[in-house]
């Protein structure tokens, strides 16, 4: 019996531009990913997320499913165009109220709510006036977070800021695969530096405004590894740019050493006096994690190190190697590098090609036995005296996958998308039995 520490967070999780679709109702306009997807050729079958899973309309029935599965947390995100259509100033009252009714209702069936504020919906009158790039994106976003917090504070407690802000500077910054499609290197640099102070000032806001709140950050966490031996120097840069990046600076008050000097060359606007500003406001580490990285070196001097596909058959449907040694490998690190803080695992899931079959029923043995290689890991770390507090799969159910549009399912409930119709997968079925029984 794997059995977890009393009061665990178990849940699952989704985010709004995944899920909520009504991407033009009530008040609500244009973000990044909006703009995006309409551009031909970004996502895969040119698949947006105007409608998605069309939670906006089906949340209550949406609740009562999770509901049945039987977890004691959600993990949801609220879409800034929804709530400040032009990123500050102006409320969209319709917007605010609909996450308050999601509220409620989670409340009502006695499901923790996990509020993100921003998983990278990015309000497209902000990007226009440079977005990430620009230092006044992380007032905005303080503001943004004020307008939230004050709206649900009587009845949210637990609260993250951004979703994986390294994702949001390599792939929408540097790569430009995700919106808003920029490939810039100082710009990347400048969005870092700028994502830093805006989950700093949000941190900072949250606590003014509810200081029962406990605030943390979904960082995309994979542990480094190097392809060979003489790749390990590469491995350590990689490290810097990939995980350290979001913790050092928070946790203790500087970019990574490794890359500082190379930052400050790329970025004139980093002020010695952001890090006072920046540094403790974690109150856990949200670690997002589903494979590692392995990498080699590279001529290229920044980054300088090259990601490649670890040679094996044993991945998912993204190709991701599954490498449950991973997620024990970061929360040892995280208990050793930063002092343990808390953690809890905001994502954790995988994507397989889910079918319905005959009876009706979605048999998905892959994705059970991938949920339980890695609560195994999970639970050696605990045993080793790892501060987890909680742990929520991605997703829960199938949605639009950015870039892979609806191709690929990450779900433990099946979306039929042309009927919109739900399916609990056999994995979520597992699941409600874990979350019942505090492990397996
Ligand atoms: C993470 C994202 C999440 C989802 C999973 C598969 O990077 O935070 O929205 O797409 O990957």
């Known amino acids: 019996m794997y059995a977890f520490p009393k009061n665990f967070w178990w849940g699952t999780a989704a985010s709004a531009y995944q899920i909520e679709g009504a991407w033009n109702e009530d008040g609500k306009v244009l973000s990044i990913w909006d703009e995006f997807t309409h551009q031909p050729g970004k996502i895969k079958h040119n698949h947006t997320g105007d409608v998605a899973c069309d939670h906006y309309h089906r949340y209550k029935d949406d609740v009562k499913i999770i509901k049945t599965l039987g977890c004691n947390a959600y993990r949801f ?50 990007h226009k006036k440079g977005g990430w790039t620009k230092r006044f994106i992380s007032d905005a976003f303080a503001e943004y977070a004020s307008v939230v917090v004050h709206s649900l504070k009587d009845r949210v407690k637990y609260w993250m800021t951004i979703n994986e802000p390294m994702i949001i500077y390599a792939l929408g910054y540097f790569t430009g695969e995700h919106a808003p499609g920029i490939k810039n290197i100082f710009k990347a640099s400048k969005a870092i530096h700028n994502l830093l102070l805006a989950h700093a000032k949000a941190y900072r806001t949250i606590k003014s405004v509810h200081s029962q709140a406990v605030v943390g950050i979904a960082n995309a966490l994979s542990p480094v590894y190097p392809q060979c031996e003489t790749d390990a120097r590469a491995a350590k840069i990689a490290e810097a740019y990939t995980q350290r990046l979001f913790l050092d600076p928070f946790l203790k008050g500087r970019y990574p050493q490794l890359i500082e000097k190379k930052l ?147 779900g433990l409930v099946y979306v039929d998308y042309p009927t919109q119709r739900r399916i609990i997968k056999q994995s979520g079925k597992w699941f409600s039995k874990v979350c019942k029984n505090n492990g397996f």
């Open 77 to 126: 995100s609220i879409s800034w165009p929804r709530v400040l259509p032009e990123g500050t100033g102006r409320v969209n009252p319709k917007g605010l109220d609909f996450y308050n009714r999601l509220v409620d209702e989670l409340l009502k069936n006695k499901i923790e709510p996990f509020a993100m504020l921003h998983h990278w919906d990015l309000p497209l009158e902000l």
């Open 264 to 410: 400050r060359l790329i970025n004139w606007e980093i002020r010695d006096e952001d890090f006072a500003l920046i540094q403790n406001t974690l109150d856990f580490v949200g670690i997002n994690n589903y494979t590692r990285i392995v990498v080699k070196k590279s001529i290229i001097p920044i980054p300088g190190f090259a990601i490649v596909q670890p040679q094996t058959d044993n991945v998912t449907e993204m190709g991701w190697e599954i490498f449950p040694e991973g997620l024990y490998r970061l929360c040892v690190w995280l208990r050793d590098e930063y002092g343990n803080p808390p953690v809890i695992i905001t994502e954790n899931g995988a994507a397989f090609n889910d079918v319905v079959n005959e009876k009706g029923e979605v048999v998905d043995t892959k994705r059970i036995q991938f949920l339980e290689s890695y609560l195994r890991a999970l639970h050696r770390a605990i045993q080793e005296g790892c501060n987890v507090k909680g742990y929520f799969v991605w997703s829960f159910m199938d949605n639009f996958e950015w870039a892979e549009g609806y191709t690929k399912r990450f």
